[in-house]
């Protein structure tokens, strides 16, 4: 595994070195450097911000091909809820049924992998011993910030697996089971909305391997699936099985609202979750229960890798899920499961403090007095010329050794001034030491 | 505004009376300078609510006043001082639920008498004082322990 794998990466040939990602990035990871961008690996969190606001599309997510599943024998698909709002007039059951026509031999529904940690995290909030807030797990990115900005609130986080892992170990178990095949024949795909989904694939968080094997985005999809589905025949198998709670986890507040408990509060955009756990963090919200935060603005269907237009989408499966054929799961399909599978965080999650100037508190306390020296300097104007976020991280930055003062054009321009004074002066000079102005 | 010599750090924060659209700046600009000098994630939340609350104080109670970050590697120190009207009784100040906030602020939530007992909670240790018609400084230690 590579030390920082992230899905989030730059195609450079597109980029212009433009200034339009690093003001948007929210943890302030992306620098332009030598006329292109930059993501500093350590910081970024896969949220998606900068391929959303890039006008040169120079910003991708790495997601697997379509035909990566044709390494496993065995292949089944996870779709995201999310997938269900991309497609007009198209129910569930035909969305599904498509994706066996693709070529994969199972579907196990991510919506259902939700259902089963709408009942985890419901008996988890129970417990009296839990620091309150609890926080969801669910959005990757979401976890991925607080490990950056917010470590205090890392014991908030709810040690669940996410319902995309769930569903995995429980498609997986249940297969081998019924098909009597082993367990590495059988590749696990994710229909994904999003980058930060396939990097917590590959460099997973409180857990040391994904169930999951590939993420395919919704983007790649879309059009083999739309051809399978306006192909189809009335005579579909019912395959539609996660509750309309599970179904709703695609919409910001979904999750939230499947609780047995009334003090959430759901939160969806990456600055707005920011201020919100500003607030947790200052001890402002103290009696919430439960904070549900997802980066993309609408919840996941707003995700970066959807076709959908995400305000379109998100009605969709409101309408979806109050027409969803699925139940809710038995108390002893809860018990089963706990049993088949691992569903908690084996691991703790570990604070990533990216932000802090040195471990030595007294030479951090001299960089932060060179940064605020350096600042003061600085015109303030944010124009992010110089290739850094902010006139205060352009003094961060050359503090951190990762900038130079002339990067910044106005010190530039100070510079020049001075060299060309000097000039002046040197060239009014005459050999013998006397100055051209001598005998006036 | 910013000093720094051996090892003493010190910021300065201006605090404007009634001003709710600042309240908040200075005790957040706090934690973001904590935060970079990597100090303990606990630490920084005890000092960035006693920092608001001192914050929220002066705005809501006091003519004006400033707010003052002390980092050493040792210790950081809060201090709010503020140029009146002063607390004639401390000590019933101190008693939780205790308030003479005005309309204005409760009607936002603020003034339900918590806000020293609660600067009181998240420090080491505190020390107060105050005379009527010349202000009050409200000094707020914190140990920085060996990490």
Redesign the interface.
């Known amino acids: 595994m590579e030390k920082y794998y992230h899905s989030v990466t730059l195609d450079k040939e597109k980029c212009r070195g433009c200034t339009n990602c690093i003001k948007r990035c929210p943890t302030e990871a992306i620098r332009v450097r030598e006329g292109k961008a930059r993501i500093i690996g350590e910081r970024c969190i896969d949220c998606g911000e900068c391929i959303r606001v890039c006008p040169y599309h120079a910003k991708i997510a790495l997601t697997d091909p379509l035909a990566s599943i044709q390494k496993f024998p065995y292949k089944i698909a996870l779709p995201a809820p999310a997938l269900y709002g991309q497609f007009r007039n198209v129910s569930i059951n035909a969305i599904l049924t498509g994706l066996l026509k693709l070529g994969f031999d199972e579907v196990f529904e991510v919506a259902r992998g939700a259902d089963y940690v709408t009942e985890f995290v419901n008996e988890a909030i129970k417990d009296p011993k839990r620091k309150k807030p609890i926080i969801s797990s669910a959005c990757p990115a979401i976890v991925r910030l607080i490990q950056v900005r917010f470590p205090e609130l890392i014991d908030n986080i709810i040690n669940i697996e996410s319902p995309m892992e769930i569903a995995a170990r429980l498609a997986k178990e249940e297969f081998c089971r019924k098909m009597g095949v082993k367990e590495k024949d059988v590749g696990a795909f994710f229909i994904t909305p999003c980058a930060a989904k396939m990097t917590s694939i590959r460099n997973p968080i409180g857990i040391d391997r994904s169930w999951v094997d590939g993420a395919i985005s919704i983007l790649e999809i879309y059009g083999p699936l739309y051809n399978q589905i306006s192909r189809l025949e009335d005579d579909e198998v019912l395959l539609q099985k996660a509750s309309p709670h599970g179904i709703l986890w695609a919409n910001s507040g979904g999750e939230s609202s499947a609780l047995d408990m009334d003090n959430y509060l759901a939160v969806d955009g990456i600055q707005n979750v920011i201020r919100v756990l500003e607030e947790i963090e200052d001890e402002k919200l103290t009696d919430l229960e439960f904070f549900e935060g997802l980066a993309c603005t609408g919840g996941c269907v707003g995700g970066p890798l959807v076709f959908e237009n995400g305000f379109v989408a998100k009605n969709r499966i409101r309408k979806l899920s109050e027409q969803a054929k699925g139940r809710h799961l038995s108390r002893e399909e809860v018990v089963d499961a706990k049993e088949k599978i691992q569903w908690y965080f084996e691991k703790p999650i570990l604070p990533k403090p990216v932000m802090k100037l040195d471990d030595d508190i007294t030479l951090a306390m001299k960089k932060m007095e060179a940064i605020e020296r350096i600042y003061e300097g600085l015109p303030g104007l944010d124009c992010g010329s110089c290739g850094s976020p902010s006139c205060r991280t352009h003094a961060e930055d050359i503090v951190r050794g990762y900038a130079s003062e002339m990067d910044s054009v106005f010190k530039l321009r100070e510079k020049v001034k001075e060299l060309a004074q000097q000039m002046i002066e040197l060239s009014e000079k005459i050999p013998g030491g006397k100055t051209s102005n001598n005998g006036k | 505004m910013?000093t720094?010599r051996n090892?003493i750090?010190e910021q300065v924060y201006t605090v404007e009376a009634g001003n709710f659209v600042l309240a908040g700046e200075a005790?957040?600009q706090i934690?973001k300078?904590l935060?970079?000098?990597?100090?303990d994630?606990?630490i920084?939340?005890r000092v960035?609510?006693a920092a608001?609350e001192a914050e929220m104080n002066m705005v809501i109670h006091s003519v004006g006043g400033e707010l003052i970050l002390k980092?050493t590697?040792e210790r950081i120190t809060v201090t709010a001082r503020d140029r009146g009207p002063g607390i004639p009784d401390i000590g019933l100040a101190m008693q939780e639920g205790y308030s003479t906030a005005p309309e204005i602020a409760r009607e936002l939530g603020f003034g339900a008498g918590m806000g020293l007992p609660n600067i009181k909670r998240c420090a080491d240790s505190l020390n107060m004082q105050s005379k009527v018609g010349e202000g009050t400084i409200l000094e707020a230690y914190f140990d920085?322990k060996a990490r």
Do not use: A, D, W
Not at chain 2, 35 to 39: A, C, M
């Open positions: 910013m720094s090892h750090m005790s957040g934690k300078v935060k970079q000098l990597g100090v994630s606990n920084v939340r960035t609510v608001y980092v590697p920085i």
